[in-house]
């Protein structure tokens, strides 16, 4: 018998059934939809979408959402955890000038365990309710805020990468670790609390060197070789502002270019799923470089206007088949919600078109819905897989997310659209349109991580 949906009833198993109107991105990017569909979670895997039961599942729950929109949770590959509390704060500065009088101040509070239980506290929660089900999130330079951190997202249920962040040049003595083997010996010390895995494997470590600028060279080559002994995913910033940039050619000048300086120091993919994030303003060497690792971009639309860094090329990623997802980049972006990084990455593109003159189509609905989705959320199934290493392979691993093809993770969001609802018949892909531009966290009914109700 089905279940009203709408009721709160406790999940007793991760096998069960979703009955609504469904809507994802297929591999070549368009919209599937199927009005009325059963999408079925077999053991916190995605078994595929059904105009009907099948036979093999008719024993498992029905949660009947008729009328409702059900769409993969969405993907945050990068945002900053303790810039959380600032955000919408000082969006008048660029962004080396943001860094030194609003970031660094905020982030060096986190060595007040206090401080961070209550900071992150709040993060924690927004992120609950909002409707991203996996995120990819800078820490701070402290080893217990940053275990502090892995462990409230562990307990809230969604799918983490965290990273305690490596810096030990060009910062303020307040926030810059004393040398680079003392911040090798913390990241050592971090890794060896996450061992033993952290509850069931939701939230995993990834490597942070913040930027070139930051890591002295000798702390470049440690990491290196942490990243090789534990097979960790990495994480960094990359070509987002042409201040950075020209900092960058002054402190390698042998490198090839920004991304050919992680490349150097073997950080830059090399077997290792890496994101970098913005490449704003990227050098045709730099793109092939990205393309050649495998690199994912987090493309932060919102951060880059906020911060005065630019439009990053996305259409020409997109063409090139880079792999790509979108960030939040809190606090440079102001909003956690990857719905508003959809609506920022169609916005900038036409604004960049105009600019620039640029001839080639602006980003579509398509292909932002397929960013912040399956783009973003396929980094987790190689991500989990390496990472694992890290906690001698102890913890079970999540996989990729963004798609109810069979086999990747059950992340879902029931969404009531009824409050947007307009005196003509509206097509599940225009619902959807409406949603991402309109949508708040009151009208995610429901949120599942691999087959875990959240709420």
Known sequence: MPVDGVCNIQMKSNNFILKGDILQSGKSGAIESRGGGYLVCAEGKSAGVFPGIPEEYASFPLFD???????????????????FAFRATGMDLELLDWLETRAFPEE??????????????????????????????????????????????EESGLVC????????????????????????????EWLAANRGA???????????????????DELMRGLSEIQKEYGLPVQSHLSENRKEIEWVRELCPSSSCYGGAYDDFGLFGNGAPTIMAHCVWPEE???????????????????????????????????RGLSAGLGSDIAGGVHSSIFRAMTDAIQVSKLRRALLGESGAAVSLEEAFYLGTRGGGE?????SRVANNASGGKAAGFGAAGSFDSGYDFDALVIDDAELAAPFELSP????????????DRHIMTKFVRGRRIF
Do not use: W
């Open 108 to 153: 060096a509070k986190y060595g007040d365990g206090v401080y961070a239980r209550r900071a992150y506290g709040f993060l924690v929660e927004r992120l609950k309710r909002g409707p991203n089900t996996r995120i990819v999130l800078f820490a701070t330079i402290h080893v217990p805020a940053t275990l502090l951190l892995m462990d409230m997202l």
């Open 379 to 383: 980094f987790f199934g190689t991500a």
């Open 429 to 440: 892909r225009d619902r959807l349109e409406r949603v991402i531009y309109l949508s708040e």
């Open 198 to 216: 952290r509850g069931s494997g939701n939230v995993m470590p990834i490597l942070t060197p913040r930027f070139i600028p930051s890591c002295s």
């Open 285 to 319: 060497r730099e793109i092939e470089l990205l393309a050649k690792r495998g690199v994912y971009i987090a493309h932060c639309p919102q951060s880059n206007a906020n911060l005065s860094s630019g439009i990053a090329p996305v259409r020409k990623f997109l063409e």
């Open 65 to 83: 959402y008729s009328g409702k929109l059900i769409i993969p949770g969405l993907t945050d590959l990068h945002a900053h955890a303790p810039q």
């Open 161 to 188: 990468l965290v990273g305690k962040v490596n810096m030990d040049r060009n910062s303020p003595d307040y926030l810059c670790e004393k040398s680079a083997a003392a911040s090798l010996d913390a990241t050592r």
